[in-house]
């Protein structure tokens, strides 16, 4: 059976990943103990002797993990930003194109996207391909997400019960407009400059809404786009024009590893919001579904659609 190693089981992404592959009867999880996780020994060998690493860790321990790793036939998916904009890594986004997927087929290192990044890029990436959007366009977004993509420390701040009043309230964050996913947002988009950002934290557990601005743009004509560029697809679907609702609440696919689309608008006014799980298809979802693509297996194996 495959070998796989979770370097960074403990983190909410790593726990995530370890529930969705714990059913799971053609995979080994090789694990450590406790107390020698982080042991750069310990972890050496257990990255070395596995078929199929993730790596659910800070940036720095992620490069210095792809760095002990001596075995050829490793296959490594990293979940940090290290390498998300290092050409020797595939983009782990496989419905933006067939070259994309043929990619991770092949690769034996992936980046799995940034969560605000897999909303923005899924809703700009066909529209910058097809020639309907320009890559020079000054693009605003805006992103509402769940506090657990935080990890533990923001999960704890917003469940203690003495916690600041104020958590009840949206949190508008990164105001130097200098996010850490707008580098991966630019570069796998084609754009010739980074978007206007602005992530926003709310107070819900998990789900994520990340909705791209299109003032000029047909709705009509940007759903068209999308909705055949993702036709046929198993993770993602766009829904008909103008959504599956009158609103469109944030934690709809919560729990779930896939992403909908939703275009909303007008002839000269027009929105496209990618409704989707932070920890799912933004995180641990997309992080499996390109381990099943690397394994040959039914990309939405052990996965919640």
């Known amino acids: 059976m495959t070998k796989v190693f979770i370097d960074g089981s403990a983190g909410t992404t790593g726990l995530r990943i370890h529930e969705r592959l714990a059913g799971r009867t053609d995979l080994t999880l090789v694990t450590l103990p406790d107390e020698v996780r982080k042991d750069p020994a310990a972890r050496r060998e257990a990255i070395n002797s596995a078929d199929i690493v993730f790596l659910c860790l800070p940036d720095a321990a992620a490069v210095e993990a ?94 203690d019960p003495d916690r600041d009043p104020r958590h009840q309230s949206h949190r508008i964050y990164g105001l130097p407009l200098k996010h850490k996913h707008l580098p991966e947002m630019q570069k796998v988009c084609g754009l010739s400059r980074p978007p206007v950002f602005s992530p926003i934290l709310g107070d819900f557990y998990e789900g994520m809404a990340t909705t791209v601005l299109l003032p000029g743009f047909d709705a009509a004509a940007v759903w068209e786009c999308l909705a055949k560029h993702y036709e046929g697809q198993k993770l993602l679907s766009v829904a008909p024009l103008g959504g599956d609702e009158s609103v469109i609440y944030a934690d709809t696919l919560a729990g779930k590893d896939s992403m909908r689309l939703i275009v909303c608008g007008h002839e000269n006014q027009t929105t496209v919001t990618a409704l989707f799980d932070n920890l799912g298809k933004g995180a641990s979802g997309a992080a499996i579904q390109n381990m099943n693509i690397l394994l040959g297996v039914d990309e939405t194996t052990g996965l919640c659609v």
């Open 66 to 159: 792809v760095a002990m790793c001596d075995n050829p036939n490793v296959k490594i998916i990293d979940t940090s930003t290290a390498h998300r904009t290092n050409d020797a890594f595939a983009y782990g986004f496989a419905e933006l194109s067939p070259a994309h997927r043929a990619a991770i087929e092949r690769s034996t290192r992936i980046a799995n996207p940034g969560c605000h990044a897999s909303g923005f890029i899924a809703g700009v990436y066909p529209l910058v391909a097809s020639g309907l959007l320009s890559p020079a366009f000054p693009l605003t977004a805006y992103s509402l997400t769940g506090y657990s993509g935080g990890g533990k420390s923001l999960i704890a701040e917003y469940e």
